[in-house]
């Protein structure tokens, strides 16, 4: 969703610049043109096993994590150390509400949830998007920009969730999605219902961070950022020792296992941001390998889509009013398979 943001209630403002906001795609692997949103049993022989493989790794009970419960204040402050108590508990019991309304109910699905969170809100600072100077709302998203703790955008959003809610949030009423407990209930809704056929506790429940980065930011914008949350709501939450979420110490599944393997525009994207190149914003030290992994994959599924455009039939008259090429993180298909061919050296 959006990349800057507006300080709640508390705290004050501060110059901080996040960059454009992004342009998120629709369902994975198909970009969308007008929007760019059984508890684990007692400590067993495995959790044993695994300390003795790692004698620095003490066994976990199952029990501490925080599956099929709510998460505490001091869980909570763990996952967002930079965040004064007093906001984490604001909007705690919110949080929990809407772990339980939207059936974030494992302690992997949480701990992906708040990543996101926590890099959206900036710890829960903010709740709505900063715009550029001399930008207005209204110019920027026609008067709907992202809001709640996952930048919800777009008035389709804003109705749809009111809609789900059965409250108003058009208009002047947009205001109340910066609210504690709207800001909660809106990340809820777009996690399970804001992207369609895609419920990204699916994707949680694989430890698809990657895939859901791409349905949340549209690529890899803050990628860091969101790694770094998802491993203190990780530690937090007790994910390592969870039987249920059955991850051990893989933080997230690597971009070959990862659905946006399948999707030739996530593809490129993380090719993109692990090309140094780029100069795209997110990914601190792109890895060379990523990025060729990511471009060839992209130019190995563009190869059916391009063949098949090419054999349609010419049109005898060119149009009066040719459509502008179609563009994807500020790039042509044509810049992107350049770049795609250039990045696999």
């Not at 008067?143 to 959003?157: C, F």
């Not at 890895?287 to 455009?309: C, F, H, N, S, W």
Request: proline residues 7%; hydrophobic residues 35%.
């Amino acid at each position: 969703m959006a990349t800057s943001r507006r300080p709640g209630p508390i705290g004050p403002q501060f110059p901080f610049n996040f960059g454009a906001p992004c342009q998120p795609p629709g369902p994975l692997g198909i970009f969308d043109l007008h929007w760019y949103a059984d508890s684990p049993g007692p400590l067993g022989i495995n959790d044993w096993a695994a300390c003795v493989a790692d004698p620095f790794a003490f066994p976990t009970s199952a029990s501490t994590c925080a599956c099929n419960r709510d998460i505490t204040i001091e869980e909570l402050c763990k996952c967002y150390p930079h965040a004064k108590k007093a906001r984490n508990q604001e909007f705690l019991d919110g949080l929990n509400k809407t772990f339980k309304d939207s059936s974030i109910t494992t302690c992997l699905r949480k701990a992906h949830f708040l990543a996101q969170v926590g890099a959206e809100s900036g710890e829960l600072h903010y709740v709505a998007e900063i715009l550029p100077k001399g930008v207005t709302e209204e110019k920027a998203y026609k008067g709907y920009k992202g809001r709640g703790l996952i930048q919800l955008t777009g008035k389709d959003n804003y109705t749809n969730f009111g809609l789900f809610e059965k409250q108003d949030f058009l208009g002047a009423n947009r205001v109340k999605i910066e609210e504690p407990e709207w800001a909660a209930k809106s990340a809820g809704w777009y996690w399970t219902s804001g992207k369609k056929n895609h419920d990204l506790n699916d994707l949680a429940d694989k430890n698809d961070f990657l895939a859901i980065c791409c349905l949340v930011n549209g690529a890899f914008i803050g990628f860091d950022d969101r790694l770094e949350h998802l491993k203190l709501a990780r530690d937090a939450l007790g994910v390592a020792g969870c039987t249920t979420a059955n991850v051990g110490k893989q933080v997230y599944k690597v971009y070959v296992d990862s659905d946006i393997h399948d999707s030739w525009l996530f593809s490129f994207a993380w090719g993109c941001w692990n090309d140094a190149t780029s100069k795209k914003k997110g990914i601190a030290k792109p890895v060379v390998t990523e990025r060729k992994a990511g471009y060839q994959r992209y130019l190995d599924l563009r190869v059916p889509i391009e063949a098949a455009a090419a054999a349609k039939p010419k049109p005898k008259h060119p149009p009066l009013h040719p459509k502008a090429p179609e563009r994807h993180y500020g790039y042509t298909l044509e810049q992107m398979s350049k770049m795609a061919r250039e990045g696999v050296k």
